[in-house]
Structure formats: structure tokens, C-alpha cells
């Protein structure tokens, strides 16, 4: 799941300007709503915000809302494009995705970011998220007892830990779990530590990067 935080009103506000009338904030049905940073609650407390901001302001604008079940979805932003259109400037609380979809379809709207998206993560709490993905393009999780080092390791080690860590948590933070202890002890319980006698070779980062943004065809939804 894309995890998201929602930049502050300062910056928000700043970052919208002078100049328009008409404002739309769209938030997103999907990984934002379940990170609690754009779904339809977020969307109507910052539309709240905003309008009485401005309101002492004495500024007289108008802020409409919505939200979408996904905004990495045309067909989902297709089905506001009048709405789209019948305002000055759009406020996407999406991830970077979303954002970028909706300029795609109304490339003449300013449309401005309102989250900052983090990273893929996995809920291990109510209302917590941690980072397992990177989308490196190259899983290498059967190497490693299903554990990921690129992401659960500070230093994206691939052979070994690096010595600094200490109780079993990271040198960096005190609270980051060191992800090579988790590595051992998973494949110590599998028995399956002879894998980790094999020397893993510097890393192949092109599918990650490499070429320009990266772009999955599924080929069963075309004809041969």
C-alpha cells in the first residue's frame, strides 16, 4: 500500500497562492483513505480549514470537494471532469500517481500536491505503517527468508549486517528493528541459513530506474 502524510496548512496555503477564485480538493478511495491522510475525512476537515482561514482572510472564495475511488484511474477522474474543469485550481490528495493522472487529463489545470507520499508500507497497528518495498523492480525476498534487506536494512546491505547495530536494533534509531537480526533469525527458525553462504553480487538497479520510468504491459488484455 502507498502510504501518504498530508502536508501542513502553512505549506498548503502557501503553496496555493493568490490569484484564483475557485478551489476543488479531490481526495482518493484507496491507500491514502486507509493511511488517513486523503480520504473523504481528511478532504472535508482540510476544506473546513481552508474556508475559514480564508474566511478571516476576508477573502471570498469558493472551495468545493470530492472524493474519488482512485485517482490512478482515468476512468475514476473522468467521472469529475466537469467538476475538473468548473474550478480555478485542483488540490489532489493522492500520491504522486494520482496527481500526476489527473494533470494528464486536464493538462490545462494547475493541479497541486496536498500529501507527500512516503513509501510502500504494510499496517502493523492501527493508525501505524512501515515501510517493506521499495520497488526496486527485482524482488530478491527467496534470497533472504522472505525479509526484504533493501528495505528493512538502514544500509540496503545484501551480505550481512554492517556491525553498529546493538540488541537487535539499528545504529541509526534505537526503534528501527536491525533487518539483518531479522533475516537470521527468520531463516535460523527455517533452517535455511546455508543460503546466506552464498556471496550476493552487487545489486542490478536497472529495472528499478534504469531507462526512464518503468511501465508494466499485462498482454492478456490484448489481442495476440
Request: hydrophobic share 35%; net charge negative; charged share 30%.
Amino acid at each position: 500500500m502507498i502510504v501518504g502524510q498530508q502536508k501542513k496548512a502553512e505549506e498548503i496555503i502557501k503553496m496555493l497562492g493568490e490569484g484564483w477564485e475557485s478551489l476543488l480538493i479531490v481526495g482518493c478511495g484507496t491507500c491514502v483513505t486507509v493511511s488517513l491522510a486523503g480520504g473523504e475525512r481528511e478532504v472535508e476537515a482540510l476544506a473546513n480549514l481552508l474556508q475559514l482561514y480564508y474566511g478571516k482572510k476576508g477573502k471570498k472564495v469558493t472551495i468545493s470537494t470530492d472524493t474519488i475511488t482512485r485517482q490512478c484511474d482515468f476512468e475514476f477522474i473522468d467521472d469529475i471532469g466537469e467538476k475538473i474543469e468548473d474550478h480555478d485550481i485542483i488540490l489532489s490528495l493522492a500520491c504522486g500517481v494520482g496527481v500526476q493522472h489527473i494533470v494528464e487529463r486536464h493538462p490545462q489545470k494547475i493541479v497541486f500536491p496536498g500529501l507527500n507520499t512516503s513509501f510502500y508500507g504494510a499496517t502493523t497497528a492501527v493508525g501505524e505503517w512501515v515501510e517493506r518495498c521499495i520497488g526496486c523492480g527485482e524482488c530478491i525476498l527467496d534470497r533472504f527468508g522472505g525479509v526484504c534487506p533493501v528495505a528493512r536494512c538502514s544500509k540496503s546491505l545484501l551480505n550481512g549486517p554492517c556491525g553498529g547495530s546493538q540488541d537487535g536494533k539499528c545504529e541509526v534509531d534505537d526503534d528501527i528493528d536491525c533487518g539483518w537480526e531479522l533475516i537470521f533469525n527468520r531463516m535460523k527458525d527455517l533452517d535455511i541459513l546455508d543460503k546466506l553462504l552464498v556471496f550476493e553480487d552487487p545489486k542490478d538497479w536497472q529495472p528499478y530506474r534504469d531507462g526512464g520510468p518503468r511501465k508494466l504491459v499485462n498482454k492478456e488484455y490484448y489481442d495476440e
